[in-house]
């Protein structure tokens, strides 16, 4: 795909992004369906425009300046639209000039604290109609890829006993899939899945696994270290 | 005290609403009835062009909190004369293409050399102005109807009882 010469030609499709899309990504080079690019995860690109031998002669094509400085993302791209996240933000981006298209932000709580880690995101996911955004304050959000409204909202876990979110979420068949981190401030991580539609927490167990309470008690009936409960998880 | 100039409408609009929490009197009751106006807003397909609690299209503007953000009176203005209430910097456009396509829509962003549309069906256009045949932008337009003639007078208080209703998250 000639990205270069390929520069703002009109009537930019505007598909959606269904699961079976997504498992065919490798047919789609010139878009990036999910984090890694495709189910595989190999994260590899098969465009070959930019090689070994004209890389050092690649040039600005535009620019975006992120509200935020700090930033992991890797973008999602959709049929000429980018999508990047930052630190409980959202943003679609004209992928031809770099233009903004929505901004969505989520206020972060003035008590939120992170240890050991970043205010950072990893990236958004995309499925259907609806981007998917997990917040710091650890929340899964869902927004319409056309305006960048909240669909909906879902609190994962609660920040204030040190639960925090920085991955990109992960959209499968009808499924958000997202996990915490925390481990330095002695959570218990776990993974958990949403309804993609509605929102609705689609795994069981979860919710005691991150009990403290649970793996208290867990630990006490096991009689040691709980070692039996973690694996468990 | 020193002039807002600063402030956007929805900045001002969201002070005051701030302003008016300090408040303990409560506010004017609506002749409407919020429950019914749920009804009406559904009959009147309100939500093919906005979204309220994550539900409608999102080519118009969001009303999940609109009744924090406008007064009831202004409420009933945008219902009745849309065209009277326009929102800070929407602007309708209408583009030729050089194929001749004519795509119309509201103006997402622009820079001197391109343009950005979105169309009644949510999707994006980015076009170079230097291709267009033709770019006109319909200042004072908009492609909300006026609904002043399809909902009755208990209808339209209904209505803006229920959109006044709407404060979004608390």
Redesign the interface.
């Known amino acids: 795909m000639k990205l270069a010469s390929a ?8 598909g959606q992004v269904s699961f079976d899309r997504i498992s065919n990504a490798d047919k789609e080079p010139g878009n990036w369906l999910t984090y890694s690019g495709s189910y595989q995860g190999h994260r590899f690109s098969p465009l070959a425009e930019i090689k070994a031998d004209n890389v050092s002669h690649l040039t600005v094509k535009w620019a975006y300046q992120f509200p935020d400085p700090n930033n992991e993302v890797s973008p999602i791209v959709v049929d ?2 980018m999508y990047v996240s930052g630190p409980n933000s959202a943003t679609a981006l ?1 992928a ?2 770099g ?4 901004n969505w932000k989520r206020p972060l709580p003035s008590d939120y604290h992170s240890i050991g880690f970043g205010h950072v995101s990893r990236g958004p996911a995309v499925l259907d109609d609806k981007l998917y955004v997990a917040t710091l304050d650890c929340y899964l959000v ?1 927004l ?1 890829v ?7 909202a879902v609190k994962v876990a609660d920040y204030k006993t040190a639960y925090s979110m920085t991955l990109a979420p992960l959209a499968i068949n009808g499924k958000v899939v997202v996990g915490v981190s925390g481990g330095e401030a002695g959570i218990r991580g776990f993974v958990d899945a949403y309804d993609a539609k509605t929102g609705k927490r689609a795994s069981g167990g979860a919710a005691e696994q991150r009990s403290a309470a649970a793996i208290l008690r867990r630990r006490v009936r096991l009689g040691g270290d709980g070692a039996a409960g973690r694996a468990r998880l | 005290m020193p002039a807002g100039w600063f402030l956007t409408d929805e900045d001002v609009a969201n002070l005051a609403a701030y302003v008016r929490s300090f408040s303990k009197i409560p506010s004017e009751p609506l002749p409407g009835d919020a429950v019914r106006g749920a009804r009406v807003y559904a009959k009147g397909g309100c939500s093919n062009c906005h ?1 309220v609690a ?2 409608g ?3 118009g503007p ?1 009303l ?1 909190n609109i009744g924090i953000r406008r007064s009831a009176p202004y409420i009933r203005k945008a219902i009745v004369k849309p065209g009277a209430t326009m929102p800070e910097g929407f602007l309708l456009v209408e583009a030729i ?2 194929a001749g ?1 004519k ?1 119309e829509g509201i103006r ?4 001197t ?2 343009i ?1 549309i ?1 169309d009644a ?8 102005k230097q ?1 267009l045949k033709e770019l006109q932008k319909l200042r004072g337009e908009t492609p909300m109807p006026p609904f002043e003639e399809v909902f009755n007078t208990s209808e339209l208080d209904d209505l803006v009882a229920y959109l006044a209703s709407l404060g979004g998250k608390q």
């Open positions: 520069v703002l030609l009109c009537a930019t499709a505007f000429n639209i004209d031809h000039t233009r903004v298209l929505w869902a319409d056309k305006s960048g409204i909240e669909r909906w | 979204i994550g539900a299209f999102g080519y969001e999940s293409t050089p396509d795509i997402v962003n622009e820079d050399f391109s950005q979105k069906t949510g999707q994006f256009h980015s076009l170079r291709d």
